[in-house]
């Protein structure tokens, strides 16, 4: 292990003082990292890298060549990837622009991954993220320095970042002062506990796993989710499968009986080695179980010593779901859920920010512990036990409010009021027109209007 600019085991001297450009460190370089990067180094006072651990930016959008022969790889593995072949985003492209940098013209509004892997890495590009981005590096712990003492008027503390250099074969630490989590959301597989699951003996995955619907040609899928990779899943076996089964929570149908191999139904009642015990008590022969239950938040470089607590849907205790209660000088953006990607990225960075800069003044640590908790308790009044764990960062209805609040206390203008039009249109084509909504198309005219345009079937 080395200390970069120190003695083997110990940060040198010249390290423990503060500098006069804040050192950020920003833990991913998909969406939000490179979000991150580019506001940090648009001021001269802050020195920001990136750490990603693949071999290029983009995160979670990356579909590598060859993957479909590829299963359980890990994160570091070329092959890794938690997409599938055929998906397209369930947002319009202009809801997913970051700021000053808009995806390129084109006659669809929802997109392959590749799309969205390219406008990543050409933002990249045209902001000059890439010197400050160290690729094939992988952050292993992060642990607040609570040895020093932070000035009454300051934010702190500082952290010591260990990350592994692959290519130089080197473990590292450095001190930064401040640490952005972009890790993402969509990497850790939730999988929880279904009756009788164990018993059945085919196929069983997880939606992450699944990459192009020719591996299960002819064979009987049983699809375990209610959400839209369910539904987006299901709509791409249907044509290769011979009977696709859609077993979820909610009464809500995506399909409406427009397929005759296709049928929705609640969670089954039990499973046999080779079916399952659908809800009418009739038996359904299954070859397949694909798991579309989400993901859980999951940081495993952050020590003990962070007190950043990680379940299927809560990280806690984040302020204003975004920065450590205990230790402001770390942030994890866009854990909220139920919302669009922008202006969402670009409010929070800002938001914490000007909070590092000292333009909005936190609360105490502990009025930000209790407003915290306060949040999440009226989040889960009248909400049943089981679902209320998924609810805790859920922003649907209230993202603009909780945007302009933000905006009016940091000193920036938060929300065009065109993007609250456009993601109630996209929301309600989503839920009303599942098998067609993706030919829409749903594009910014302006700050105050869009376009929505129906797209006839093809023939």
């Keep these: 292990m080395e200390f970069l600019s120190g003695q083997k085991g110990q940060p040198s001297s010249q390290e423990q003082q503060p500098s006069l450009r804040r050192r950020v460190a920003i833990i991913g ?42 299963t359980n790889e890990q994160m570091t593995s070329p092959f890794y990837t938690r997409m599938y072949r055929n998906m397209r985003t369930n947002l319009p492209k202009d809801l997913m622009a970051l700021e000053g940098f808009s995806f390129l013209g084109g006659e669809s509004s929802y997109i392959d991954a590749s799309t969205v892997l390219q406008y990543l890495q050409s933002y990249a590009d045209h902001f000059k993220l890439h010197p400050h981005i160290k690729l094939d590096h992988r952050v292993n712990v992060v642990t607040p320095i609570l040895s020093e003492h932070v000035p009454a008027n300051a934010v702190g503390p500082r952290w010591l970042v260990e990350y592994e250099d692959f290519k130089r074969n080197l473990t590292v630490t450095e001190i930064f002062d401040v640490v952005f989590v972009c890790n993402g959301k969509n990497h850790t597989p939730f999988v929880p506990e279904f009756f009788g699951l164990a018993n059945f003996q085919g196929q069983r995955l997880h939606s992450s796993e699944y990459r192009e619907p020719g591996r299960f040609a002819g064979q009987n899928v049983l699809l375990l989710g209610g959400g839209p990779s369910a539904g987006d899943i299901a709509l791409d076996l249907i044509s290769s499968a011979k009977t696709v089964i859609l077993a979820k929570r909610q009464p809500m149908s995506f399909f409406k009986d427009q397929f005759p191999n296709l049928k929705e139904t609640a969670i089954p009642q039990g499973f046999t080695a080779h079916g399952a015990i659908l809800e009418d008590g009739s038996t359904a022969d299954i070859d397949a179980v694909i798991l579309c239950t989400g993901f859980a938040y999951d940081f495993p470089f952050l020590s003990k010593e962070c007190r950043v607590e990680a379940s299927r849907g809560r990280v806690t205790p984040l302020y204003r779901h975004l920065i450590n209660a205990w230790y402001p000088t770390m942030a994890i953006p866009f854990v909220v859920t139920l919302v669009t990607l922008t202006p969402i990225l670009d409010g929070q960075v800002k938001f914490f920010k000007a909070v590092l800069d000292g333009k909005v003044r936190l609360p ?24 209320s764990r998924n609810i805790a960062h859920g922003m649907e209805q209230e993202i603009w409010a909780y945007l302009e609040e933000m905006g009016r206390e940091a000193g920036f203008d938060a929300v065009e009021p065109v993007y609250p039009k456009m993601c109630a249109a996209a929301f309600h084509v989503l839920r009303t027109e599942f098998t067609t909504f993706k030919r829409d198309l749903i594009q910014r005219v302006d700050s105050e209007s869009f376009w929505h345009v129906k797209k006839a079937e093809p023939n």
């Design 29 to 70: 370089a998909g969406y939000c990292g490179l979000c991150a990067l580019r506001h940090f180094l648009s001021d001269p006072k802050y020195e920001a890298t990136a750490f990603e651990l693949s071999h290029q930016v983009g995160g979670v959008w990356n579909y590598p060549e060859r993957c479909e022969e590829r």
């Design 364 to 387: 105490s640590t502990e009025k930000m512990l209790q407003l915290t908790e306060d949040d999440y308790r009226q989040r889960i009044v009248g909400n049943e036990e089981g679902g």
